[in-house]
């Protein structure tokens, strides 16, 4: 369902943002780039998300956001 909606009739724009949270990826892997960087992958099965967050979290401080990729990135 949509949680809430905006018309700007002057510009002719409509947005709409939903309350359907997108579907999770799944078979996450994680292999070694360089001795310094990693490669990670997984499988999309969203349809409705905009990108990804990937966050990183060194204990004990709390995740914080490392990157944002593109939709449909894997």
């Not at 724009?13 to 960087?37: C, D, H, K, M």
């Not at 997984?42 to 490392?66: C, G, M, Q, V």
């Amino acid at each position: 369902g949509l949680a809430g909606s905006y018309w700007n009739n002057s510009q002719g724009l409509f947005l709409a943002r939903s309350t359907t949270a997108p579907a999770a990826p799944s078979s996450f892997s994680v292999t070694s780039a360089t001795g310094s960087s990693v490669a990670l992958a997984w499988t999309d099965h969203a349809s409705n998300e905009n990108h990804f967050l990937l966050e990183r979290r060194t204990p004990p401080a709390a995740f914080a956001p490392l990157a944002t990729v593109p939709l449909d990135t894997t």
